[in-house]
């Protein structure tokens, strides 16, 4: 019979010391977790307060119960849905093509050095390009909408990604390579066995990386032309002077960057597991 | 004993944008099968890429290097394994995914069987109960134990050791020395070790060649008989200091030649 391996129960007995030790760890704990409720519950309260009392116009600065009040009113009316939809549409889709595309450019640019050479001096500069300012020129293109705000997000993430792919794939010591063909590896074996896994770290930081860039890539789309989206409200509560509007958008779009990026650091915790 | 590896005359040249640098001149030495030979030279001599040549990971300008009954070339991966400065055990795989990586690459006929032979290698090695940890919670000298049993489990004819006890701190190293020689010998293996450690070399080797700076020559060949089980007994020889001395004075003409 196999015997278990028997697990030992978490309060196993710890000595005085480690017990203070302990103790002390949860207690630093609790309390920067307490200071961060803290400041964002003082900060939503001293907003209020103040826009309350009339210190400041709540017309201009908005005031979290305006701002709930806003929220709640479309969430009844179900119209918050359709803009948060596509905000998270474009930005999942721009995202996803950047990140794949970027990284499946930056396996080629790997596999050859030729490729890698003569394209170099355009990706830097491309690098540097301010992408919005191709913005017209897509919208000239690709018509206004959501296909235009895609195309915009995917540019500002893609060449990040290819440059710090292809960085990771470069970094790859040159020592194991030659492992791998002392065993017969050929480049292909060379490459998924050892290249890529080598830069999931990378891979990862470029995910997080991206999950920022990519809000601002569709925000910014939505901002050029668009007719729908949190990007839009913004733009439009701006424009009639609902500023209740601009910043319950502004909110809105706080929480989701803030739930696509506690995404990828759960991704990265499973992955360092 | 018979030959395994005959090197006879060789060249070697590389090119650089400034001129074409010669590495090796007129290399000759030859290593018998069982025998465990160290290659000592100043740095920078070429030791490594003399390494390279017999794995055949690149061509010699001339002359030949003859392995087995076969002169080596680019298909003679099998024949050899190579072990290097550092272990490169992949993180990301368990300890048994990381000695099965040849097989994996290979996929040679009789997988069955060499997978087998890799458990027992884990086995007779104390690593079995290891094989589903991943290389960061191993020490550094398991850590080299695991690389050199990567290489054993394609049973190549020749193992290179390129400076692999280079990374470990002294202690760790000369306990990771007697490892890898009772290894090597209980394997019944014939290896060839690059070092710039003269009382490794010493302790490790039957056969010590001397290499000249560059272009590398073969200066002189020792053949040792120091008496003791493991390198460190060896290390206890009476000989041993006079040898040390013997070729130290060897590599030192050799540095101030440059």
């Keep these: 019979m196999k015997t278990k391996k028997i697990k030992l129960p978490k309060c196993a007995p710890y000595s005085k010391a480690h ?4 103790r ?3 207690n ?3 309390i920067v977790l307490s200071f961060q409720i803290l400041i964002l519950v003082a900060f939503i309260g001293l907003w209020e307060l103040l826009a309350q009392t009339g210190v400041i116009d709540p017309f201009f600065v908005s005031s979290p119960s305006r701002i709930f009040n806003m929220l709640s009113s479309m969430i009844s009316d179900g119209s918050i849905w359709r803009h948060i939809g596509i905000t998270l549409l474009e930005t999942i889709l721009g995202f996803g093509i950047a990140t794949l595309g970027g990284t499946l450019l930056a396996i080629i640019l790997w596999w050859s050095e030729k490729l890698r050479r003569v394209l170099e001096p355009y990706i830097v500069v491309l690098n540097s390009l301010p992408k919005i300012a191709l ?7 690709v018509g206004s909408g959501m296909s235009a705000i895609i195309i915009m ?6 060449v990040m990604t290819t440059i710090s792919m292809l960085n990771a794939f470069m970094s790859c010591d040159n020592d194991k390579i030659l492992l791998m063909k002392s065993m017969k590896a050929n480049k292909l074996q060379i490459f998924w066995k050892l290249v890529l896994p080598n830069a999931m770290n990378d891979f990862i930081s470029v995910l997080k990386i991206n999950v920022g860039l990519a809000w601002v890539g569709t925000v910014m789309g939505e901002y050029i032309s668009s007719s729908a989206g949190l990007g839009y409200l913004i733009v439009y509560g701006s424009q009639i002077f609902r500023i209740d509007l601009v910043m319950m958008s502004t909110v809105v779009l706080c929480l989701l960057a803030a739930i696509m990026y506690l995404m990828v650091s759960w991704l990265e915790k499973w992955h360092n597991r | 004993m018979k030959k395994l590896l005959d090197i006879n005359k060789v060249n070697f040249f590389y090119q650089t944008k400034k001129e074409e640098i010669c590495a090796l001149r007129d290399l000759t030495f030859s290593v018998d099968e069982l025998e465990f030979a160290s290659i000592v030279g100043p740095s920078g001599c070429g030791k490594t ?14 002359g030949s290097i003859i392995l087995g009954d076969e002169k080596v070339g680019k298909n003679n991966h099998e024949k050899i394994g190579y072990m290097f400065q550092r272990d490169h055990l992949f993180e990301w ?5 990381n000695i099965t990586l040849g097989i994996e690459l290979q996929k040679p006929a009789d997988k069955d069987e060499k997978l087998e032979f890799a458990k027992q290698l884990l086995k007779k090695y104390d690593l079995y109960e290891f094989q589903n940890r991943k290389p960061r919670e191993l020490s550094g000298g398991m850590r080299q134990r695991v690389a050199l049993i990567r290489t054993l489990v394609l049973q190549p004819m020749l193992l290179l050791l390129d400076e692999p006890f280079s990374a470990l701190d002294f202690q760790t190293r000369v306990g990771v020395c007697d490892d890898v020689h009772h290894i090597i010998k209980s394997e019944k293996k014939t290896a060839i070790l690059v070092t710039h450690d003269i009382s490794e070399a010493l302790s490790m080797s039957d056969k010590l060649v001397i290499l000249s700076s560059r272009p590398a020559t073969v200066k002189h060949i020792e053949i040792l008989k120091l008496n003791g089980e493991t390198p460190l007994l060896r290390r206890e020889d009476p000989r041993f200091g006079a040898l040390f001395d013997f070729v130290w004075k060897k590599l030192t003409n050799e540095n101030e030649k440059n």
């Design chain 1, 135 to 141: 913005g017209p020129i897509i919208i000239l293109w």
């Design chain 1, 153 to 158: 997000c995917v540019l500002i993430c893609i």
């Design chain 1, 28 to 30: 630093d704990k609790i």
């Design chain 2, 93 to 97: 795989r368990t300890i048994w995914k």
């Design chain 2, 49 to 62: 890429t003399i390494l390279s040549l017999i794995a055949g990971l690149l061509p010699a300008s001339s």
């Design chain 1, 24 to 26: 002390k760890n949860r």
């Design chain 1, 19 to 22: 017990e203070r030790y302990l």
